[in-house]
């Protein structure tokens, strides 16, 4: 029999891939029958081009409760987090907590729902990149560790979570939910003219990126910007780019703080990369769709390109989503200066790499997340024949 009763699910986001992940399973989660969402925000983002735009285009709904932690290391705000959190969820528990990608957000939220025997649901669950030198990587295995219920996005996460001895039966393959916020909003992309103005871009050097094409750089990796010479050497080799093509750079917070301090604005100025600040959900998939290739270090734009069929250069060692680069039209190009130089010229000669679409990354993770939780708690969908 199921049970009537309406079950809490309490989502927990802090930083800008968990707002654009737990769009759709609000929605979700809004439209089952028998289940009652709540959603608590962290505040480890804040700002508004961070934070609260994100809330206004996906039409997330305001979180129930902030705890505005604010910035500081990673010990830091994971710590704060957990304080603020432990009275909120002991003094009225949920049926479940559900958690997002690998952010230190989801790492607090974790734990504190493992200690207080809150059963907790991994969004993103199982990908590895093997390097734990990631703060992400360290927050991956942990949440995974803890987790009851482990959605996953592709085959590799499965393998990862299997190999590591995690029980098959609490792992759910669902596909990819950045793919379903993806395709919900595609077609509300922002034109490309429209942000290089509203960011306020040369208007000769916007036309020229607007007509002859353009590539679209977003870069905040630890790894990649916290080290000055590794930030310089970068930044050098963006500039020598920006000669053979048109760079959009949306500027990371973090990546911003790392070029002032280390003096490195000059390298951005003197040469046609337009830099903006960091930007909505809407214009940064308008100009992704729009670029001729990507260049990047972050998860989530991995993920969007091989959705979009944009050729993506990845400046990592490692990822954790491989199967963006085995089926999608991602290509790790490691962090040498010279095989990014030698992948952007192969990319301009050739029209760079193509891919197709990974199983499952068809706009209805969220559904099946909802769907496979309702039926975990005794809902409606465990009465539906498997
Ligand atoms: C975090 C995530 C990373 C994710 C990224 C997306 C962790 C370990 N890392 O990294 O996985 O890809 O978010 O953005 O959780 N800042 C602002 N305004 C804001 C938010 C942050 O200026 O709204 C500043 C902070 O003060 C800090 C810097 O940006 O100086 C970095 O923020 P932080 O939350 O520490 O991590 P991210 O580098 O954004």
């Not at 969004?123 to 030198?133: F, N, P």
């Not at 001895?165 to 003219?193: E, H, K, Q, W, Y």
């Not at 036309?207 to 910007?225: I, K, M």
């Not at 199967?323 to 200066?337: A, E, F, H, Y």
């Amino acid at each position: 029999m199921s049970d009537p009763r309406p079950r809490t699910i309490c989502c927990i986001v802090g930083a800008r891939p968990n707002f654009v992940k737990i769009a759709p399973i609000m929605r979700a989660l809004t439209d089952c029958d028998g289940l009652t969402p709540q959603l608590i925000h962290t505040g480890q983002h804040y700002d508004v081009a961070m934070n609260s735009i994100f809330f206004d285009e996906l039409e997330i709904p305001r979180p129930d409760i902030n705890l505005e932690v604010g910035s500081g290391s990673g010990t830091e705000q994971t710590a704060r987090i957990m304080l603020g959190l432990e009275p909120i969820l002991s003094t009225r528990p949920p049926d479940m907590a559900i958690v997002v990608g690998d952010v230190n957000s989801t790492l607090a939220a974790a734990l504190v729902a493992a200690k207080l025997g809150i059963p907790l649901a991994h969004v993103e669950a199982g990908l590895r990149s093997g390097d734990r030198s990631m703060p992400e990587e360290v927050n991956r295995l942990v949440v995974d560790r803890l987790s009851d219920l482990l959605f996953t996005s592709e085959q590799s996460a499965i393998d990862n979570l299997i190999s590591e001895g995690v029980s098959p039966r609490r792992i759910v393959f669902v596909g990819n939910v950045m793919i379903d916020t993806l395709r919900a909003c595609s077609t509300r992309a922002a034109p490309v003219r429209s942000t290089l103005s509203g960011a306020g871009a040369d208007p000769a050097l916007s036309e020229q990126a607007a007509a002859l094409g353009f590539a679209f750089v977003t870069l905040h990796r630890p790894s990649n910007v916290d080290d000055p010479e590794r930030l310089e050497s970068l930044l050098k080799a963006l500039a020598r780019i920006a000669r053979k093509i048109t760079l959009v750079f949306a500027l990371h917070p973090r990546t911003r703080a790392m070029i002032e301090s280390a003096g490195l604005d000059a390298l951005l100025l003197t040469s046609s990369i337009i830099v903006t600040p960091p930007l909505s959900y809407l214009r940064a998939i308008g100009l992704m769709k729009e670029a001729r290739f990507v260049i990047t270090d972050s998860g989530g734009v991995q993920e969007e390109t091989t959705a979009l069929g944009i050729p993506c250069l990845t400046v990592r060692d490692s990822t954790e989503r491989p199967v963006t680069v085995q089926q999608g039209t991602n290509i790790l190009v490691g962090t040498s200066i010279e095989a990014l130089a030698s992948a952007v010229d192969d990319t301009l000669a050739g029209g760079g790499k193509r891919g197709q679409i990974p199983p499952m990354w068809d706009g209805k993770a969220a559904e099946r997340i909802v769907a496979a939780i309702d039926a975990h708690l005794g809902g409606r969908h465990a009465l539906l024949p498997a």
